[in-house]
């Protein structure tokens, strides 16, 4: 009579992940014995359909035994392969009842995730991610094969946990994007994709009716090096005229940009696009702290750099001229250098053309600068 000690079992895994083997399962089973057929049945069968109803016959037979988790993962991975996702749903409540198990919990997310059913992935992906971490908790250095391999697959379960609510909070109405983005938040603070996910998140917030807490979260999530949110509380110090605050945040953010790590699935173009943007971004607020400050000359080297990014944002963009315009015409008069002035002016006509709160006052400047250079 053998005993056999069930182990990893190769997988391909569908979605974002690359996982490649499920979280193994150390129970003993006497393939001799009907428990023990329908196990090893199990565990070797590449059938959807069979494997569904090979786990549901064992599952209504012997629903406390100490496989059910396992059955129960491999139950919900036909039926998600059937898109069969209520049915996955309930049979992990059904084992989840009778003890976490992380497999069966990331087949219950990514039946949550298929459904856009917002409330179940919120309470599956917290469960998935609490079962992954006590894998990862629990684990010793060690430098066995298999081991190494279900360490690393429990990390990248719980990664998965977290993506599930990014991604589907790009996709929800602002006040569900709000929520799903502080249950993130909260589940992890330092997760990777709240950098993605910080301008729609703040976006959301005004959109919902609570844009008085934009400036608390950006504030919150700059604290983790999240440059899209130390950009956004450099924005809040800059209309609350902290200009320290506002230069301090811009360099910490162009910091976290040039240190930032490329996301896996992100061409290198696209990585680089990015990069630019922020940084054109963090080069305007700098160029703002120091106009505040009346530091023009380093002002007019951070805007001019940011000119070509901010351009596509009419508003930033007419700012920017307008500080450039304030800033040539401040270092060109003292000196009498006129055609700093000069520049200044170009830039004073170039704001005054862009309609906003800054085309008055910046034709305004533009007429007078143009008298002190004799109509030149």
Known sequence: MKSYVAGLVLLVFPGVLSLTAQEKQNFVFNPSTPEGQILQALGQETDDARKVSLGQDFLAKYPKHEAAGWVAAQLESGLL???????????????????????????????????EDLAQAKKWSARTS???????????????????????????????????????????????????????IKQNPKSQYLPQVANSYFAALNKAGEGSKVCSAAEKLAADKNAEAMLAAADCSWRGNHADRVLSLAAKAAEAVNT?????????????????????????????????????????????????????????????????????YSLGKPVGDKAQMRQGLQFFQQSAEISGPMQDQASRNAKLVLNELGGK
């Open 81 to 115: 392969a059937q898109k069969d996702n209520d049915k996955v749903l309930e049979v992990a409540e059904a084992a989840y009842a009778n003890g976490p198990d992380m497999d069966a919990a990331y087949f219950a997310l990514k039946a949550a995730v298929a459904k």
């Open 130 to 184: 609490e079962a992954a971490r006590k894998i990862s908790s629990s684990a010793k250095a060690t430098t066995d094969a298999d081991e190494k391999q279900e360490l690393e697959y429990a990390k990248q379960v719980d990664a998965y946990s977290e993506y599930a609510l990014y991604v589907l909070a790009l996709k929800a109405q602002p006040k569900d994007e709000v929520d799903l983005v502080e249950t993130l």
């Open 260 to 328: 930032r790590a490329k996301p896996e699935g992100v061409s290198d173009s696209d990585f680089a696009n990015q990069k630019a943007a922020l940084l054109g971004s963090a080069n305007f607020y700098t160029g703002i702290g120091y106009t505040m400050q009346m530091r023009y000359g380093p002002a007019n080297k951070a805007l001019r750099a940011a000119l070509p990014t901010v351009k596509s944002n009419t508003q930033l963009y007419a700012i920017a001229l307008f500080d450039l315009g304030l800033a040539n």
